[in-house]
């Protein structure tokens, strides 16, 4: 299926209108955590991604929900789009009561979604809970039609290397010449720029939230394992509790058998399922209300 069959469904659903299954589930974790929680799904099947209409279907939820004292947002996608991500990060502190919020991670917030996580005052995970890298990714299509993903970062790198190479030359230019040949100056100058958006939403984020005391050079080394894939190496590969404590998050750990962590994900499952099956294809929702988008 295509992106542009996925179809908004702009009106929020009162869920006392259409019987739902999830709804005393939120209760149950709404009266553990006493704030209340949002969910924001975005399928792992469907070619959907974070994207600006997300941010304005959790402000329209917002609205109908009393924040006053904060809310729990639990978050699981594959990522999407960077400056969506930092939008909704101000869409959550600005309607928070308490100025932050809580983010709940029961299965995969990867990417563009791991921002929206640091830009939280807390992060709960478990310990299979996983956070991704944060380093931008691009797609080409070859001749043929069959694309490929390729990391901004490792192109950049590539790029310096044989450009360093050549100017360290003191005898045949003609390989290094052709290989930068491969090159597109713009591209590397596109990507140098995505890069640097993409630490910029994070550490500014970081700073105005969870590592506040800290400075922003002190910052960027803090979390580099999410900026640059020398430690993860691969982009999905997965940023587990461990790894995100050593970088001084603030992380609230959950064991399998924790009664709060049983709740959440029992919401996941069904929720996972939910938005994995029936074309739906993101979910938006709190225990009363609804917001979900589908595939015709």
């Known amino acids: 299926m295509s992106v542009d069959k996925l179809v908004y469904q702009q009106i929020l659903e009162e869920k006392s209108q259409s019987p739902s299954t999830r709804s005393h589930i939120y ?19 469907y070619p959907v991604m974070i994207e600006n209409v997300d941010a304005d279907m959790i402000e329209g939820l917002l609205q109908k929900v009393d924040v006053s004292k904060g809310f729990a947002l639990m978050i699981s996608s594959p990522g999407g789009d ?23 991670v029961p299965g995969k917030a990867k990417s563009a979604a791991t921002m929206i996580c640091l830009g939280s005052g807390k992060i709960i995970m478990n310990e299979t809970s996983e956070l991704g890298p944060i380093d931008p990714q691009f797609m080409e299509v070859d001749e043929k039609g069959k694309s490929q993903v390729f990391s901004a970062y490792n192109l950049v790198t590539s790029y310096k290397k044989i450009f360093e190479n050549a100017i360290k030359e003191t005898g045949r230019m003609e390989p290094y010449l052709q290989a930068l040949d491969i090159y597109d100056a713009r591209q590397i100058e596109q990507c140098l720029s995505e890069l640097e958006l993409s630490q910029d939403i994070a550490v500014k984020a970081l700073k105005t939230g969870m590592l506040k005391k800290n400075t922003e050079e002190e910052i960027v080394e803090l979390i580099k394992i999410f900026l640059i894939p020398e430690t993860t190496k691969v982009h999905g590969r997965p940023i587990y509790y461990q790894d995100a404590k050593n970088c001084n998050l603030n992380l609230e750990l959950k064991k399998s058998k924790d009664e709060l962590w049983l709740q959440v994900y029992e919401l996941y499952l069904r929720l996972n399922t939910y938005v994995s099956s029936n074309n739906i294809a993101k979910c938006i929702e709190s225990s009363k209300y609804s917001f979900h988008s589908t595939f015709n």
């Open 82 to 104: 960077g400056l969506a991500a930092e939008r909704i990060i101000n869409i959550c502190r600005s309607y928070s009561g308490t100025g932050n919020f809580t983010t709940i």
């Open 27 to 45: 209760k149950k974790i709404e009266k553990i955590l006493k704030v209340p929680v949002i969910s924001y799904f975005t399928s792992f099947n």
